[in-house]
């Protein structure tokens, strides 16, 4: 995985067919994303859906998982060759039902991986995918996967592009105490009258309603402070 902005990436977890990470950009909700490699070989394929499940029971972030999941979720996502086996395909969609993963829309080609292309023998699958959680889409809903296509491999390239719906201020207003209201009196007074109106709550609370306050009654005394 790269990433241009170390910041904005937080490793989680990862092995030889995984990495976990949790992204934090600024002006976006944070959400985990993580690249999945499907086990390979069908007899240890269940080893890969206990992953999707034990990655599931770790974090409640909005999620996605995208990568080559080396499976179907049904006779659909292929095309040529015997049909695809049955339990396979039924393993796959328990794992997404358990863990209420969404199947992700693929724009364009509907197939992203081929062998014996122009043969007789020709095969293409649709193995390579974006499962979302719930939360990942609604913060998500107009994001778009595509399928590029274009490749020397005989996988082709998957893009995802989300776009962001719900959007966090980027600006946060940072409190600041002007030494200058000390020498008002109301400054004392609004702090003891909040101090006492707010007596049984909190540290946190009352300090935070003592700001409030204090910040309003500033703003209107000083106004802009540099005149």
């Known amino acids: 995985m790269l990433w241009r902005n170390k910041d904005e990436i937080t490793v989680q977890s990862y092995s030889t067919n995984h990495i976990d990470v949790l992204l934090t950009i600024q002006g976006w909700h944070p959400f985990r994303l993580t690249g999945l490699y499907g086990e390979p070989n069908r007899s240890k394929r269940r080893s890969t859906w206990n992953l999707i499940r034990h990655l599931h029971s770790q974090f409640q972030n909005p999620w996605i998982l995208i990568g080559d999941m080396n499976n179907v979720l049904g ?19 328990e794992v997404l039902e358990e863990c209420d993963l969404h199947d992700m829309e ?20 649709r193995l390579d995918r974006a499962l979302t959680s719930g939360s ?11 399928n590029l ?27 600041k105490f002007e030494n200058a209201w000390l020498r008002e009196p109301v400054c004392q007074r609004i702090m003891e009258d909040s101090w006492n109106k707010n007596f049984n709550e909190n540290m946190h ?16 005394f000083t106004g802009n402070f540099k005149q």
Do not use: C, M
């Not at 693929?106 to 023998?121: A, I, S, V």
């Not at 990942?136 to 994001?143: I, M, P, R, Y």
């Open 205 to 220: 609370t009352k300090l935070s309603r003592y700001l409030e306050e204090v910040s309003a009654w500033g703003q209107d």
């Open 149 to 175: 296509e274009v490749s020397t491999s005989d996988h082709s390239p998957i893009f995802l592009e989300p776009v962001n719906n719900v959007l966090i201020p980027s600006r946060v207003h940072k409190f």
């Open 106 to 125: 693929l724009t364009g080609y509907p197939f992203t991986w081929e062998r014996g292309h122009g043969t007789d023998k020709w095969v293409e699958i």
């Open 75 to 93: 006779q659909a996502d292929k095309r040529g060759g015997p049909l695809y086996p049955t339990w396979l395909i039924n393993g796959f969609q």
């Open 136 to 146: 990942w889409l609604n913060l998500f809903k107009d994001a778009k996967l595509v």
